[in-house]
């Protein structure tokens, strides 16, 4: 019995297959072309915005510009290909068109957060705070931009994590560019003991500030008495260098800075507490 119920069924597949012969390869000639084109749609996409990336790099455009256009070209051409793909199976467009009108208002409200971050970015290329390669300060994160992506900004700290920020968030917070401006400015607190000729130490920290060859000489070097504290008189020095040399410059100023002090016998006083006992006298 069941060996005959199956030759029926394939009796009933068979008949059907050859009254419906012309519909169903007519079907299947659609599906098929609607998988190639998006495929090949996919493809093209891909390989365009490579291209268009190599190209604005080529001509120094810069990278967070290129980047952002070619990934959003990508978008717009699989977007196109998807209307190519579901029209050749016989989707009308204009129903398609109706249905994202109709549907628009719902997805701009459940995608607030994605479609600010894309205005953000396109806000973030065109007016260029910040660019790949830079060292800044975004929502208190420091770190060097990586991208700029159509909905966030990648960064990498300096202890090596990757850091993704919503581009919204920067919009909505101050940016801090530390790379912008070619030369920027070292400040140093310097601590003496309270018995040191102010005007010495002064003399002393000016002319080691002097003798770095980094220190851009043009701008100037600012020696001064900041503070009389609790255990020290400090002093400010501040000097300018480019942005490049500004880290090994404070580091290296900072140990010529003790090596002059010790040479010269001034001490560098650590917080000292005066404690004085009275004894009671008894009555």
Not at 67 to 73: A, E, K, M, V
Not at 141 to 167: E, S
Request: some cysteine.
């Amino acid at each position: 019995m069941e060996d005959l119920q199956i030759a029926n069924d394939i009796n009933l597949a068979s008949s059907w297959l050859a009254k419906n012969e012309e519909l169903f390869c007519s079907y299947t000639l659609h599906i098929t072309s609607s998988i190639i084109i998006m495929i090949i749609g996919i493809c093209i996409a891909k390989g365009i915005s490579e291209g268009i990336n190599s190209i604005l790099t080529h001509r120094c455009i810069d990278e967070t510009v290129a980047g952002f256009l070619s990934t959003l070209l990508q978008y717009v051409i699989i977007a196109v290909s998807f209307v190519a793909s579901i029209s050749c199976i016989g989707v009308q467009i204009t129903s398609i068109i109706a249905v994202l009108g109709a549907a628009g208002v719902a997805v701009g409200l459940a995608l607030q957060g994605s479609l600010s971050n894309f205005a953000a970015g396109t806000l973030l290329v065109t007016l260029r705070p910040l660019r790949t390669g830079e060292y800044v300060n975004l929502c208190n994160i420091n770190g060097t931009v990586v991208n700029v992506h159509i909905f966030y900004t990648m960064l990498r700290t300096l202890d090596g994590k990757i850091v993704i920020v919503p581009n919204s968030k920067i919009l909505d917070n101050n940016i801090i560019n530390y790379s912008r401006e070619p030369a920027r400015r070292n400040e140093f607190m310097i601590r003496v003991a309270y018995n040191t000729d102010v005007d010495f130490v002064i003399k002393i920290l000016k002319q080691v500030a002097l003798n770095e060859p980094r220190v851009l000489q043009d701008r100037g070097v600012i020696v001064g008495l900041s503070e009389l504290a609790p255990s020290s008189i400090n002093f400010i020095v501040r000097c300018w260098s480019y942005t490049d040399d500004l880290n090994a410059v404070y580091w290296d100023l900072m140990i010529q800075f003790k090596k002059a002090l010790d040479k010269n016998n001034i001490e560098s006083p650590y917080p000292q507490l005066d404690v004085h006992i009275h004894k009671k006298t008894k009555l």
